[in-house]
């Protein structure tokens, strides 16, 4: 079993890349606290042109990411907690997967971290990006949503190569011959065992 220390020498690039989107989750909801009073929002100088479209809010939720199930910051509580868990339990069994899925689940952790430091804080998560009609998020959330877009992806990827890999190995030659009973007799027999008349 690998050490706790080597598992975090072999991950720390993507453990650095949750740590720093935990830390611009957690600076970014400060600095709404901080500067917009709850419920106001802000546009830089000359951009108020985008108030009907996007603006930043200050504004804070008790339910899931964007809002959704309100009044269940318990449950959420604990569920980031298992989440949590369940990733850093199954740190070192991404050493040897592609590199999407390492970044997807770096992703994840930092977005279930972000939100669960605001629970555990604050009793709710700041939420402050506003576009549209979408409902309100931050960091975290964008977090978790990306990581699951490039899980999603890559997986087509992958499954979009490993059919045209094997289409092409039916298509070749070689493919054709063993696919072909004459084929498959001489892969069966070996190379010249084929009876000739003289």
Known sequence: ????????????WWLGIAAGIVALDQWSKWLVRQHIPFGGWWLP????????Y????????TGAAFGIFQNGNAVFTVLAVVVIAVILYYMPRLAEVAWWLRL???????GASGNLIDRLMLGKVTDFVSVGAFPVFNVADASI????????LGTWR???????????AD?????????SPAGAAESALGPGSGSSVE
């Open 1 to 12: 079993m690998r050490s706790l220390s080597m598992t975090f020498r072999w991950h720390g």
């Open 45 to 52: 100088e000359g951009w108020e042109w985008l108030m009907p």
């Open 54 to 61: 996007a603006r930043i809010v200050h504004w804070y939720n």
């Open 104 to 110: 997807a689940v770096a992703m994840q952790l930092a």
């Open 145 to 152: 949503t990306l990581g699951v877009m490039i899980l999603l």
């Open 158 to 168: 992958k499954e979009h190569r490993e059919r045209e890999e094997a289409t092409l």
């Open 171 to 179: 298509e070749s030659p070689l493919g054709a011959e063993r696919a």
